[in-house]
């Protein structure tokens, strides 16, 4: 009879789908360190040994894992990898090794199972006939905001590579439609205070840089050159962003609506 190694040991307990996410990420790290150094060391051992023990056998499973199926599937066609994804699989191991959820987690098992429901499904299928300009003019201008925040980065990725590429409906509402997001669009949206050709001055929330090297004349007067020149990077009130030209400078910059006030030339003398 062949001897059980630690390798055959380790496969057989990382084979088991009722292992918790947990565990299992503990049982790799653990089978790592194992054929890096070719032994366990003791506590490690001793840390094995008690999981082995604990998955020995199968659990009773709790109720509830067939109605999983169909959403999971759902899941993994059209969001693969996605925190859903993630979640709904790790509940599933979860109920397959005998363990209740919490009453947070079955919120959140609810809220996926609506957003994958067959009513879902259907409107995932009318949004794509939905899409417009201003939709995907919207999409754009947030993602240019979350490009400069780090988030949203995998939606930023698709776009960045395919400029004509249209979003699913839960991607628009994710992206477009929180606070960050709507005082953004707002800002780009909202009718301009200065328009090109206006003379005005930076207000007293401008930067050291701005009013002494970027705008260095006595009054840190500008003129408008354009509106909206840039996506907003401040989720702010006022973040439209206009690109000025200093009074006797030559170079233009970028400056957000809420650090501009409206100047007055100096008079002659």
């Known amino acids: 009879m062949p001897r059980i190694t630690y390798h055959d040991r380790f496969a057989a307990l990382l084979a088991k789908d009722y292992v918790s996410a947990r565990d299992r990420s503990f049982a790799e790290s653990l089978y790592s360190s194992y054929k890096r150094k070719g032994a366990l060391s003791v506590g490690r051992r001793r840390c094995f040994l008690q999981m082995e023990e604990r998955y020995s056998s199968r659990p009773e499973p709790v109720a509830g894992i067939e109605e999983l199926a169909p959403i999971i599937e759902r899941?993994?066609?059209?969001?693969?990898?996605?925190?859903?994804?993630?979640?709904?699989?790790?509940?599933?191991?979860?109920?397959?090794?005998?363990?209740?959820?919490?009453?947070?987690?079955?919120?959140?098992?609810?809220?996926?199972?609506a957003k994958y429901s067959d009513d879902a499904m259907a409107a995932r299928t009318t949004f794509s006939g939905q899409w417009d300009d201003i939709m995907a003019e919207n999409y754009r201008i947030a993602l240019g905001y979350y490009k400069t925040t780090g988030y949203f980065t995998r939606q930023v990725n698709a776009l960045t590579a395919d400029p004509s590429h249209t979003p699913t409906i839960d991607e628009y509402r994710k992206v477009t439609d929180n606070k960050f997001a709507r005082k953004v669009l707002a800002g780009w949206h909202a009718e301009p205070k200065f328009v090109?050709?206006?003379?005005?001055?930076?207000?007293?929330?401008a930067t050291?840089?701005?009013?002494?090297?970027?705008?260095?004349?006595?009054?840190?007067?500008?003129?408008?050159?354009?509106?909206?020149?840039?996506?907003?990077?401040?989720?702010?009130?006022?973040?439209?962003?206009?690109?000025?030209?200093?009074?006797?400078?030559?170079?233009?910059?970028?400056?957000?609506?809420?650090?501009?006030?409206?100047?007055?030339?100096p008079k002659k003398k």
Not at 208 to 237: F, G
Request: overall charge positive; hydrophobic content about 40%.
């Open 75 to 113: 899941i993994a066609e059209l969001d693969p990898g996605s925190w859903d994804d993630r979640f709904i699989n790790s509940v599933r191991t979860q109920l397959i090794g005998g363990r209740e959820l919490s009453e947070r987690q079955t919120d959140i098992l609810d809220k996926i199972a």
């Open 196 to 205: 090109p050709g206006a003379m005005v001055a930076l207000a007293a929330g």
């Open 208 to 265: 050291w840089r701005d009013r002494n090297e970027k705008c260095p004349n006595k009054h840190n007067l500008c003129v408008v050159v354009a509106t909206n020149a840039a996506i907003p990077t401040s989720a702010a009130r006022g973040c439209k962003v206009y690109k000025v030209l200093p009074v006797g400078g030559a170079q233009t910059f970028l400056i957000e609506e809420r650090y501009l006030k409206r100047g007055r030339a």
